[in-house]
């Protein structure tokens, strides 16, 4: 019996499952609707009729012959944008407690007085004081007062929370305070959820820390919760082997540690979609992508520079700032459920609001009444007008066509006309947040090839790609899976960080050399930890720096070998390329800081190979399974346009659009002026003609 590697991207309309043989190479895919209301049941049924399908001789225990197991979540993200996590306590240095709420005194839109801050996610009267105070050196200023911690303790007992965070200025330098504190709460509160500030953030900017450690304690026990659901349901399957979860840096950890580091999984289902367009992109010759991942819910884009995806070591997440590594990823709400409406002003509007996976669009007739981006596609008949999934979901055009035809009638315009401005408002923010990521940070998406995928991605990309003024654009074979894939090409992962201001001189070549043996221990416990073999165990060292007197750092990666006056040289050239590259010029003779340093540790796994098909000649017209007129707004009429079947198109294929290309798990147009052939790894490639 085959061994089979399975990872599943559990995505706000669908759940989608890859399962990849590791004996013969061979890969399948699967997709079932999500079940928001307790994600763990799509996922645990995504698997069953997943490997069911692929291997039917397991009978009655189908996960038996599942080799690894890793799997995306939103349950972490969910929880924090609906504000469905656990009571909270707080307990902080002396005359702190309102830093929370304060924060960094910025409005969440310069020019908007009237925009809303986010809750504050843990209310006054349970955020608690205690006199204690460790200076900026390390130097005890004022003892922890353990009898009034031990009242604390009691008091938020009292109070009935399910999670506490606990975060002490300079908390990160001299953790003593911190860990006495949290040994005091155990022996008040055994059962309660605890988070320490230098055990989920240990590093300088003190809000940012404490809005950290905050989110990690709310989300700790809605992450533990879900876990302790999913576990037993892969059990019954007949699962054995150890699941994994993945993190917002594109790595994976086990269910214990995602269970005491939630925060570390906010961006999970995005983070695995960019490791697989990473994989395929090298295996495709493009190493300079901007990944396009659009889903039933959201939008996410991300920037490769030479095959690799720049780490945030701080981001904010749904207006709460989150101190953890995470792949630099910019999400929007605009996806195949983004709903279209019309505003005050009488404008058409698309998202954020989304229908979701129930009632989901219109077509999907479960009684939803306001048109989705999808609604507008079938209406245009780039998707086929029947059914999706191929043809395991059935869906109504005219209902479709109705609830656009209300929109039409109050927009003063035709049923297709107002489809297609539903799908042009939706392109219109799509390149808004690729701009972001690219042309606001020094990139010209025109030298980047854009890598499509998530169910909606190749409806949308070739269009996005012309507004963008991109030439070419890459559609992985299995698009509508790529996170899902992306988990079976991804390695365990860990990220290590120390805060240590000094200046970037050869004299601090000692303290550098220190703070990262400091940080190698650390990994090296995490490395016995997760069972990784020696010659698996992989280092990258980075180094966050400024000008004195900035406020933001650039992340400039450390030479190979130990730290000498030579390393730091290195930073300091590497740092100036950075600050150019970003800002467009370097401030010659102004001193530079290093600021935090980090240790990326990777235990390298076995993963899912891709291999290559041989040459079947440029024809292509075998792959066509039919035709059918499809609206272009190039002839502002309907066309009758060939459609290509996804699993007939061999490598070395070509062909011209206007063109649909059909599969179960997506569907790609391509325009007029545009054609596309077919590679080794059976990726279309699309390009301006």
Request: a negative charge.
């Amino acid at each position: 019996m085959s061994r089979w590697r399975v990872g599943v991207d559990s995505g706000g309309t669908f759940t989608d499952v890859c399962l990849f043989d590791e004996d013969k190479g061979r890969v399948e895919v699967w997709k079932v609707p999500s079940t928001p209301d307790d994600p763990s049941r799509g996922i645990a049924q995504g698997v069953e009729e997943g490997m069911r399908r692929v291997a039917p001789e397991a009978g009655d225990k189908p996960a038996a012959p599942v080799a690894y197991f890793g799997h995306g979540t939103t349950v972490a993200t969910n929880a924090l944008i609906q504000h469905r996590g656990v009571k909270t306590g707080l307990v902080t240095t002396d005359g702190f407690r309102d830093l929370l709420e304060i924060g960094r005194q910025k409005r969440p839109d310069l020019y908007d007085i009237q925009a809303d801050k986010p809750p504050t996610l843990v209310p006054r009267d349970l955020r608690l004081e205690v006199p204690e105070r460790v200076r900026h050196t390390g130097e005890v200023d004022t003892p922890l007062d353990e009898v009034k911690m031990r009242a604390a303790a009691q008091a938020l007992a009292a109070a009935g929370v399910k999670a506490i965070a606990v975060s002490f200025l300079y908390g990160f330098i001299r953790p003593e305070h911190e860990r006495r504190a949290v040994e005091i709460l155990r022996q008040e509160m055994p059962d309660v959820f605890i988070s320490a500030g230098h055990e989920i953030a240990p590093e300088f900017r003190e809000f940012e820390r404490l809005s950290t450690v905050v989110l990690n304690a709310y989300l700790g026990p809605v992450m533990k919760s879900y876990i302790d659901r999913l576990s037993p349901r892969l059990e019954a399957l007949g699962m054995t082997t150890t699941p994994h979860l993945t993190q917002s840096n594109g790595g994976v950890i086990g269910f214990a540690t995602a269970a005491q580091l939630p925060v570390r999984t906010v961006l999970s289902g995005p983070s695995t979609g960019v490791v697989g367009a990473q994989a395929i992109g090298a295996l495709a010759g493009f190493e300079d992508l901007i990944t396009f991942d659009m889903g039933g819910t959201s939008t996410d884009v991300a920037l490769l520079q030479g095959g690799r995806c720049k780490l945030a070591s701080e981001a904010t997440v749904h207006g709460y700032p989150v101190k953890a590594p995470m792949l630099d990823i910019h999400t929007v709400g605009a996806g195949g459920g983004s709903i279209a409406y019309i505003d005050a002003g009488g404008l058409l509007k698309v998202g954020p609001r989304s229908c979701g996976a129930d009632p989901g669009p219109v077509c999907y007739d479960r009684g939803n009444s306001e048109p989705a981006t999808t609604d507008a596609n079938v209406v245009l008949q780039t998707l086929n007008p029947e059914y999706l999934l191929g043809g395991r979901m059935k869906i109504r055009q005219d209902l479709a066509r109705e609830a656009i035809g209300m929109l039409a009638e109050r927009l003063g315009l035709g049923l297709m006309e107002t489809a297609q401005g539903i799908l042009s408002v939706v392109t219109a923010n799509m390149a808004r947040a690729i701009r972001v990521i690219s042309v606001q940070r020094g990139h010209d998406p025109r030298d980047y090839t854009l890598m499509a995928f998530g169910g909606a991605g190749p409806l949308h990309a070739a269009r996005l790609a012309r507004e963008l003024d991109m030439k070419r654009v890459l559609v992985p074979r299995n698009p509508g899976i790529l996170c899902a894939m992306g988990l079976l090409l991804t390695d365990l992962r860990a990220d290590f960080a120390a805060t240590r201001l000094m200046p970037a001189t050869v004299a601090s070549a000692g303290d550098v050399a220190n703070a990262f043996e400091s940080l190698a221990a650390r990994a090296g416990q995490w490395f016995e930890h997760e069972a990784i073999a020696p010659g698996d165990r992989r280092l990258n060292r980075t180094a966050d720096m400024r000008y004195h007197g900035q406020n933001y750092e650039l992340a400039v990666a450390l030479p190979e070998g130990p730290v000498t006056a030579a390393t730091i040289e290195a930073l300091a050239e590497g740092f100036a390329e950075a600050h150019r590259q970003r800002y467009g010029f370097v401030a010659e003779g102004e001193p530079v800081q290093i600021v935090t340093l980090r240790l990326e540790a990777t235990g390298v796994v076995r993963k899912a190979e891709l291999t290559a098909h041989p040459e079947a000649g440029p024809d292509a017209s075998a792959a066509i399974v039919g035709r059918r007129a499809v609206w272009l707004p190039e002839a502002r009429d309907f066309a009758t346009t060939p459609i290509y079947s996804r699993e007939a198109l061999a490598a070395g294929n070509r062909f011209a659009g206007p063109a649909i290309v059909e599969q179960m798990d997506a569907t790609t147009v391509v325009p007029p002026g545009m054609t596309v052939r077919v590679d080794a790894y059976l990726n279309l490639i699309l390009e301006a003609a």
